[in-house]
């Protein structure tokens, strides 16, 4: 017997689009529908169906907005932008780097308390790690546990039924 084809979703009128697509959450969605459509006998759960697919005509409703052409004043802004935000973290980096000058340069200038100078903290070259010289472990002789003196020697084993 051939199986019968039922909707997957109920038919929604553009009207409760437009309201699924203005409401902010779910409660306002079932107070406004409920002004709106007061003849309408929907229960909560075909309303809170409508409100599930609220991202579904969202989707639809964008699509169905006329595209700008390719190349549009978009494309154009977002080239302006990153071209000003590439200009600006260029300039931050010059600035940078001339602070951390004059911070070298002021470290070079103090004195520690222990009376040497702060550049002798920091050599020009970067520092140079010795290698770890192992030293091969130290084998011991193979030790018997020592045994403790007992008071009563052991006694002897009795098997019995």
Same mark, same amino acid.
């Given at each position: 017997?051939?199986?019968?084809?039922?909707?997957?979703?109920?038919?929604?009128?553009?009207?409760?689009?437009?309201?699924?697509?203005?409401?902010?959450?779910?409660?306002?969605?079932?107070?406004?529908?409920?002004?709106?459509?007061?003849?309408? +006998?929907?229960?909560?759960?075909?309303?809170?169906?409508?409100?599930?697919?609220?991202?579904?005509?969202?989707? +639809?409703?964008?699509?169905?907005?006329?595209?700008?052409?390719?190349?549009? @004043?978009?494309?154009?802004?977002?080239?302006?932008?990153?071209? @000003?935000?590439?200009?600006?973290?260029?300039?931050?980096?010059?600035?940078? &780097?001339?602070?951390? &000058?004059?911070?070298?340069?002021?470290?070079?200038?103090?004195?520690?308390?222990?009376? +040497?100078?702060?550049?002798?903290?920091?050599?020009?070259?970067?520092?140079?790690?010795?290698?770890?010289?192992?030293?091969?472990?130290?084998?011991?002789?193979?030790?018997?546990?020592?045994? +403790?003196?007992?008071?009563?020697?052991? @006694?002897?084993?009795?098997?019995?039924?």
């Amino acid at each position: 017997m051939p199986r019968v084809q039922k909707r997957k979703y109920e038919k929604i009128d553009e009207a409760e689009i437009e309201l699924v697509i203005q409401c902010n959450d779910s409660h306002e969605f079932y107070e406004k529908y409920r002004e709106t459509f007061p003849t309408r +006998k929907k229960g909560i759960d075909s309303i809170s169906k409508i409100w599930k697919r609220k991202s579904e005509f969202i989707k +639809k409703q964008q699509g169905s907005l006329p595209d700008q052409d390719a190349g549009t @004043a978009s494309n154009q802004e977002l080239v302006a932008i990153l071209s @000003a935000q590439n200009k600006i973290l260029s300039d931050m980096s010059g600035l940078m &780097k001339e602070q951390l &000058k004059i911070s070298r340069d002021i470290l070079a200038g103090l004195q520690r308390p222990d009376g +040497k100078p702060a550049a002798a903290l920091r050599s020009p070259e970067p520092p140079r790690h010795d290698p770890i010289k192992h030293e091969p472990p130290k084998t011991s002789e193979q030790k018997e546990p020592v045994k +403790k003196p007992h008071d009563k020697p052991p @006694a002897d084993i009795m098997i019995g039924s």
